[in-house]
């Protein structure tokens, strides 16, 4: 007769051999190349799974999808297909659409092979291609493309490299990097860090908690804000609104728009052309306002503030931290 100890013993057994089995993945791959001419637009859809996007020939489109499919449950059930026989439905009919230059991936018309499948993708285009590409869960890099891109991710790092024209990226948790944009550049991130190199235009930089650093080449208005983290941005040929809850904020650049940088808590620190003509407007609530110009003041100054003209004025550049120090050199 078993003890009760020994019924737990073979119960947890079990429960082990049926969580594997449960979580068990199947895996499999389609391939396919699409013959096309002039400009390409692609449209990636994908539930969960990864996408790499580069260019290739000028006359065609390479698809390869990686599959994978698990069970959902702890005794091995998946509903009225199983993992394998999603598997071998996917690979002969793979989710690639195409109506002459357009081209869809990713999309499933039965939901019961959407259930517990992620399709990963890798896909060459020719470079003047314009690209919007989703993907559920999974990390997105799209790299040489000359049109428009439009990348998302709802939980995942997105890298963007080498684009010649406007860029939006967005994810719910995860980094964005972004190096060689010729264009506007849009990123926004839940939760973690935005890098932005070589941005020939303007940039709109948000992230709920992680640093920002950006380096502009050409002129565009610039926002980076960050619930926590630091802020460091050089090369600013425009406006700027910088903004952190907490920490430091570092721009080096020509105000030739208005300036407003804020923090909670952090320094700040600011550096112009010798020659840069501004209206002041500089204040801590613990800490020093240092300035290197000439500065004609208006009213009172003290350590904690400081309000006047610079080179006889101009655009305004406004600071303020909750406790830190302010210097503009």
Do not use: C
Request: glycine fraction near 14%; avoid cysteine.
């Amino acid at each position: 007769m078993l003890s009760l100890r020994g019924v737990a013993v073979i119960f947890v057994a079990a429960a082990a051999l049926s969580a594997g089995s449960a979580f068990a993945a199947s895996e499999g791959s389609f391939q396919k190349t699409l013959k096309v001419t002039g400009l390409v637009n692609l449209e990636v859809d994908t539930g969960s799974g990864s996408v790499e996007i580069r260019t290739g020939s000028s006359s065609e489109v390479s698809v390869t999808g990686r599959i994978r499919a698990h069970n959902n449950n702890w005794f091995g059930g998946s509903g009225s297909v199983s993992p394998e026989e999603k598997i071998r439905r996917i690979e002969a009919n793979p989710p690639i659409q195409q109506s002459g230059n357009d081209i869809r991936l990713g999309h499933l018309e039965d939901p019961e092979l959407r259930r517990n499948v992620s399709i990963s993708f890798e896909i060459t285009v020719p470079a003047n291609a314009r690209v919007r590409s989703r993907s559920g869960s999974g990390s997105q890099s799209v790299s040489g493309i000359q049109g428009t891109t439009d990348v998302e991710s709802g939980s995942g790092d997105v890298k963007i490299t080498d684009i010649g024209s406007t860029v939006r990226a967005s994810t719910g948790s995860g980094s964005i990097d972004a190096d060689h944009v010729n264009g506007n550049l849009r990123a926004k991130t839940g939760s973690g860090s935005i890098r932005a190199m070589s941005i020939a235009g303007g940039l709109e930089a948000e992230t709920g908690s992680g640093s920002i650093h950006m380096e502009q080449t050409a002129p565009g208005a610039v926002k980076a804000h960050t619930g926590s983290g630091d802020i460091e941005l050089a090369g600013v040929r425009g406006s700027l609104d910088a903004q952190t809850g907490s920490g430091g904020i570092h721009a080096d650049g020509d105000p030739k728009g208005s300036w407003s940088v804020h923090t909670g808590s952090g320094t700040v620190e600011l550096r112009f052309p010798s020659d840069a003509s501004y209206d002041l407007d500089a204040e801590t609530s613990s800490g020093s306002v240092s300035v290197s110009q000439p500065i004609t003041v208006q009213g009172n100054i003290s350590k904690k503030q400081v309000k006047g003209k610079v080179r006889g004025g101009g655009v305004p550049v406004e600071i303020r931290t909750g406790s830190g120090s302010v210097e503009i050199l």
